[in-house]
């Protein structure tokens, strides 16, 4: 597993006892009105709008809140427009980075991701300058919980559009073709299985293995761009044995 998946996991489970509930709202939020408004508001016939609610809902938002968002979407009732966009840079050490946001105002939002990079140690790019490192791929998590890898990988080898499979203690991760994401994950969940994320990522082709101070740097650099409300995912090609990782995180 790769040094950013896995400190992915340890946020993950950090963040499920101390997560800034406003601002996860606020991303989520965003989700769905995106997902309304490219694919409508019919759940049935929009799939990310699906996954886009059930993980609203995991997180306990107000059903008044998630009905507001799909309706912002649609344009039923009036929100400020909001666009997704990428943005590309390198961290410390070289590390590639790609960050995507969820913005009404970009002009806003690329001053602060671009200040972001400055102030720990990295530098924000033009386009393309690292997507060229990464493929874009579908990426879930499944809860592991009494369940084994045999088992698992019997089910999905057998889903159009299935890529790998990983383990770690956290549970399962399952790769699939980019267009294939919503139908595996809806397979899944329609077999029993609990798919606790779903989302698009970019997975880097190869990894560059940082540690020391420059770990530091980059595991500060991805945690202060997360923590940014427009932010909804960053992806990094850095590589931090699990060792090093556990220093940094004080364990």
């Not at 790769?2 to 101390?18: P, R």
Request: glycine share 10%; charged share 30%; aromatic share 6%.
């Amino acid at each position: 597993m790769s040094g950013h998946n896995k400190w992915s996991s340890i946020k993950h489970k950090k963040g499920a006892t101390d997560a800034k509930r406003g601002r996860l709202f606020t991303k989520l939020i965003k989700e769905i009105s995106i997902a309304a408004r490219e694919g409508g508001g019919d759940m049935d016939g929009n799939p990310r709008l699906r996954t886009a609610i059930a993980g609203a809902k995991a997180a306990s938002m107000p059903r008044d809140n998630i009905e507001r968002a799909v309706k912002k979407g649609t344009g039923e009732i009036e929100g400020g427009q909001v666009e997704e966009l990428t943005y590309e840079g390198y961290g410390p050490g070289g590390v590639a980075v790609l960050v995507e946001v969820v913005t009404d105002n970009k002009n806003r939002t690329i001053a602060d991701i671009r200040h972001i990079f400055s102030k720990n140690n990295g530098n924000l790019g033009e386009s393309g300058c690292v997507s060229w490192m990464f493929n874009r791929r579908g990426m879930m998590t499944v809860e592991g919980e009494g369940l084994t890898e045999d088992t698992l990988m019997e089910v999905v080898l057998d889903l159009e559009g299935f890529e790998d499979l990983e383990i770690d203690e956290e549970g399962f991760t399952v790769y699939t073709e980019a267009t294939k994401l919503y139908a595996v994950r809806e397979a899944l969940s329609a077999k029993g299985y609990n798919v606790t994320e779903a989302k698009l990522a970019w997975i880097p082709q190869n990894s560059a293995k940082i540690e020391g101070k420059k770990a530091e740097q980059t595991l500060r650099l991805i945690d202060v761009l997360e923590d940014h409300e427009d932010v909804t995912n960053v992806f990094a090609n850095f590589d931090i044995d699990e060792a090093e990782l556990a220093r940094i995180n004080g364990e």
